[in-house]
């Protein structure tokens, strides 16, 4: 199989496996349907969050024992089980419990996979091309499964038949991971596949200790403003008599639009600032939403800001992450930027949905541009010590 063929395969599997997360958006509507809040949206998410972070910590020890795509397929069926409980759920119950766990491991254990193997299988001046592209075909899953899932709703099936039809798309893509098993072991590549994945504290405690840290704290930030401006969209929407669709269609664009043009970014020392900067325009979607007054125009111009901020810099975060890591941790400093990103992916909407339960949808999104500005900052630490370290290696 040729190298090209191999990541058309690679990426159509990722792109239905990816769309299990825009099925987090719809939560809030499909809970309303068995009267509950967004608080409780909020602390079934951080439910998942603890699976997902659980099964991250020893993704490198599944990984080792079932391969790559062995683990990729596990996960499916992970998330096929997760999504079919939530389709079951008539109440909060130990139920939704069950199908917060293993929805949190299924979205973890593929994520975790996703960025470990893409790191090892691309040579490092394609990372940024393929990190984009990778992105770009995880945003239009997650981006337009929610859009589908209205379509499915407005054709006559529940949220919960929705669930269910996103389960079983996992399922397939499972089976078309696990037809690349062979293809992959045959695949030129820059890294070693046969390098040990396991995270265990020493190496945590190295990724901690190197310039990395900063690139991952900033992808914690990032996860956290991307829950601040996506995962309660259903609900303000409808608060707004405004559709969620719309906003999501828009958002995938910009994103799209964004990535497209990070293709042929290169990482250099003013990176740092192109973070900050993206930031800053995802921090306008946000100030959109808090005085949109229930403007479509406004609307749709925050869901594109939004999504050429936080689309743009994803690349670059990622790209600095394993540009800077010691190469032979480059497998465990890629499992802890993972760990960063699904802890705000995860554990930001419990308190998000706290703040809208108590304080209001504005304050909510003020917290979304207070984390924007905390990002800028370690952009400015960022970049100087990365000048830093370019004068201890002379």
Known sequence: MSRRFFFSLYFLAILFHSGAYGMILLMPVLLESINATE??????QLVAGISTIAIVIVSGKIVDKVGRMGSFAFSGLLLFGGLG??????????????????????????????????SQICWPEERVKLFSIDLVVFMIGFGISPVIGRFLYKAGLSYADVYWVMGIVCLFSSALFLFLKKPLNKLKKTGNLNTAMVLNLTSFVQVLRSPSMIPILITLLMASMYVGLNNFQAKWAQANE????????????????????????????????????????AMGGAFGMIYMQGSW?????????????????????QGI????????????????????????????????GEIIVHSGFD???????????????????????????????V
Not at 88 to 106: C, D
């Open 39 to 44: 608080a409780d949206a909020g602390r079934l």
């Open 85 to 118: 409980f939530y389709g079951l759920l008539e109440s909060i119950s130990v139920l939704s419990i069950i199908a917060s766990l293993l929805f949190g491991a299924g979205w973890g254990l593929f994520f975790s996979t996703k960025v470990m193997v893409l």
């Open 242 to 281: 405004l559709s969620y669709a719309d906003f999501f269609i828009v958002y995938t664009i910009a994103v799209l639009a964004s990535r497209f043009v990070m293709m042929r970014y290169k990482i250099s020392a003013f990176s740092y600032f192109h973070i900050g900067a993206l930031f800053i325009v």
């Open 297 to 317: 125009e406004i609307y749709m111009i925050s869901a594109f800001l939004g999504g050429v901020g936080l689309g743009g810099m994803t690349p670059i975060i």
């Open 321 to 352: 992450t394993a540009n800077q890591s010691d190469q032979e941790n480059l497998a465990q400093t890629m499992q802890v930027m993972v760990l960063a990103h699904l802890t705000g992916l995860f554990g930001f909407p419990y308190i998000g």
């Open 363 to 393: 304050q909510f999104h003020m917290t979304a541009i207070y984390l924007g500005v905390g990002a800028c900052v370690l952009c400015v630490i960022g970049y100087l010590q990365s000048g830093s370290f370019k004068q201890k290696q």
